[in-house]
């Protein structure tokens, strides 16, 4: 069946640290990949998104590449700051899906000054 | 600019009781969720609606009920709440008839029954 599968969390940085969070899926076909970020206290908000193999999703200084051979969709950031710790979802639609997003189970990041 | 507005924000019950939980957006969208978040869980759909006037279910149905009263608003309850169903529930809507486009979240209902 369709299943995400995100690092375990969570994972502490000191700031200015460089920033990974894997992501692997397994879906049908091609799905589409998200990384949504949930800050304390408040819902979920899209962070970026990749519709087809080798599309690079960027927002804010995050980036993801979707990469159909690793089946892996990982989150990198290059210098990271207190006001991104989070937690950090990676989900999946795949082309099987009924209106049904596949979700990862979060990863919490803890950046420290 | 609201977004997706839930209420309420806490609530505890006991088991038995029941609770509607609120959901409302301003942003004229077609589809409608609902969510329940567990710890070291992803996101489970409850229900979605993809328009006015109608609702499916999700991956984990039992125990709710939904009722989309018009296109603003998305209600979910709970009709004889157990332990189980202790979580943090979130509203999404968005604009077209699918959940693989952009989400918008409310901040969430966190929910314990006792």
């Known amino acids: 069946g369709n299943s995400v599968t995100q690092m375990e969390g969570p994972v502490t940085l000191s700031e200015e640290a460089f920033l990974t969070i894997n992501c692997t899926y397994t879906a049908t076909g091609y799905p589409s990949l998200f990384w949504y970020v949930q800050y304390p206290g408040e819902g979920l908000q899209l962070l970026l998104k990749a519709t087809k193999a080798d599309d690079k999703g960027s927002n804010k200084g995050f980036e993801a590449t979707y990469r159909k051979e690793t089946t892996s969709f990982h989150l990198e950031k290059g210098s990271v700051q207190v006001s991104d710790s989070a937690v950090y979802f990676c989900a999946a639609f795949p082309m099987d899906s009924n209106y049904q997003l596949i979700w990862g189970a979060g990863t919490k990041l803890i950046i420290k000054p | 600019n609201a977004g997706v507005t839930q209420t309420p924000k806490f609530q505890v019950l006991k088991t038995g009781q029941s609770m509607t939980l609120q959901c409302a957006q301003d942003m004229n969208h077609n589809s409608m969720y609902w969510y329940r978040q567990d710890p070291g869980m992803g996101l489970r759909l409850i229900y979605y609606?993809?328009?006015?006037?109608?609702?499916d279910k999700g991956e984990v149905p039992n125990g709710y009920n939904v009722s989309r009263l018009n296109k603003r608003e998305f209600s979910l309850r709970l009709e004889s709440a157990a332990p189980s169903q202790t979580s943090v529930y979130f509203c999404?809507?968005?604009?077209?008839?699918?959940?693989?486009?952009?989400?918008?979240f409310g901040s969430g209902t966190q929910l314990s029954v006792l």
């Open positions: 609606s993809a328009s006015e006037g109608t609702t």
């Open positions: 999404a809507s968005s604009e077209g008839q699918s959940s693989n486009e952009k989400l918008f």
